[in-house]
């Protein structure tokens, strides 16, 4: 398993982020599924202090249809938030994937994230491998990912 802390003196940035196994494996069986291109969706849950509480992986289309970029359909964004919304809960995080290169975020993943609530997942297909990053200070920092069992088996997407 390649998730948990990274290598370093930092072990991660914000707080924790907390999801079940079935979001993950959700967001790896979207990245595989999108192969050749890249996935991506978005993450709801809960935020509790400074944790994130992920419960659910909203897969949304990439309008880019590209291995190299995604871009998320506004329409899927927006169905998540109200989703999210309806059951109170809220839109905490996004995810993409990079199908041949690791999962580590990318210049322009750090470009293009701006909100340091969120949490940004990457997945790689190749490694069966998802990772968590926050953005502290303006860079995209590696997160723990902390695994918990949930009594329900959670729902793939589609
Ligand atoms: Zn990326």
Redesign the pocket.
């Known amino acids: 398993m390649q998730d948990g802390p990274s290598r370093g003196a930092r072990p991660s940035a914000g707080g924790a982020v907390r999801m079940t196994r079935a979001v993950r494996d959700a967001v790896l069986d979207h990245a595989r599924r999108a192969l050749p291109d890249?996935c991506c969706g978005l993450l709801i849950g809960t935020v509790l202090g400074d944790e994130i509480h992920v419960s659910r992986a909203w897969p949304a289309r990439n309008l880019r249809s590209s291995p190299t970029r995604?871009l998320i359909d506004p329409a899927d964004h927006f169905a998540a938030i109200r989703t999210a919304r309806r059951n109170g809960l809220r839109v905490v995080g996004a995810y993409?994937s990079?199908p041949a290169s690791p999962p580590s975020?990318?210049e322009?993943?750090a470009r293009e994230a701006d909100d340091d609530d969120l949490v940004y997942l990457?997945a790689s297909p190749a490694l069966g491998a998802v990772r968590g990053y926050r953005l502290e200070g303006g860079r995209l920092r590696p997160v723990e990912l902390r695994m918990r069992l949930s009594p329900e088996t959670g729902r793939p997407g589609r």
Do not use: A, G, L
Request: net charge negative; hydrophobic share 10%.
């Open positions: 890249e995604y993409h990079h975020p990318s322009t993943d990457i």
